[in-house]
T-cell receptor, first 109, second 112 residues
Framework: KNEVEQSPQNLTAQEGEFITINCSYS?????LHWLQQHPGGGIVSLFM???GKKKHGRLIATINIQEKHSSLHITASHPRDSAVYIC???????????FGTGTSLTVIP | DAGITQSPRHKVTETGTPVTLRCHQT?????MYWYRQDPGHGLRLIHY???????DKGEVSDGYSVSRSKTEDFLLTLESATSSQTSVYFC???????????FGSGTQLSVL
């Protein structure tokens, strides 16, 4: 089983700040996924990446395969970015995914 | 967004009663999953399916069964609900090679 760990667990930022959420994993991966979950809401896939960097609007995801580490960056953060961000590794054997416990982000106006 | 629907959205039941949650997709994805989400834990896999009538257990499968008689429907059954099964349940589809995961809106289940 791949151990997926996220840091920090909780993060509070002022609107406009640059935010970084980290994800590390213990063994080689096929792909690293970043998910977003708003309070009381469903889970939305933000990125799937296996190398390099991807960008969508103010969100940027990077991955370093050698260091087994991925980061999710949010530029010019906004209160609507307040959510739990989850990283996941997969698919693995049996098409299974391993999830981090999430980073709860609160952006204060 | 992927067409995936869970029902019911909320359910309150009593210990010992059977409960069935339904996941319906319109995307013809081969893989379907049932996860539970609890505070302090990441999403944990209950069961998954890789085709009609093809299912397998996940890490927290005790007390749960599933069925997939059609590509579009994946049912999760708690044969005799217990309080430890109070949780939020998510269905997901996709997740094949180079595929994102798509999640349903979740079912809040309370077992009293």
């Amino acid at each position: 089983k791949n151990e997926v760990e996220q840091s920090p667990q909780n993060l509070t930022a002022q609107e406009g700040e640059f935010i970084t959420i980290n994800c590390s994993y213990s063994v080689g991966i096929s792909a690293l996924h970043w998910l977003q979950q708003h309070p009381g809401g469903g889970i939305v896939s933000l990125f799937m990446l296996s190398s390099g960097k991807k960008k969508h609007g103010r969100l940027i995801a990077t991955i370093n395969i050698q260091e087994k580490h991925s980061s999710l960056h949010i530029t010019a953060s906004h209160p609507r970015d307040s959510a739990v961000y989850i990283c996941a590794d997969g698919p693995n054997t049996g098409n299974q995914f391993y999830f981090g416990t999430g980073t709860s982000l609160t952006v204060i106006p | 967004d992927a067409g995936i629907t869970q029902s019911p959205r909320h359910k309150v039941t009593e210990t010992g009663t059977p409960v069935t949650l339904r996941c319906h997709q319109t995307e013809n994805h081969r893989y379907m999953y049932w996860y539970r989400q609890d505070p302090g834990h990441g999403l944990r896999l209950i069961h998954y399916s890789y085709g009609v009538k093809d299912t397998d257990k996940g890490e927290v499968s005790d007390g749960y069964s599933v069925s997939r008689s059609k590509t579009e429907d994946f049912l999760l059954t708690l044969e005799s609900a217990t309080s430890s099964q109070t949780s939020v349940y998510f269905c997901a589809i996709g997740g094949g090679a180079n595929e994102k995961l798509f999640f349903g809106s979740g079912t809040q289940l309370s077992v009293l």
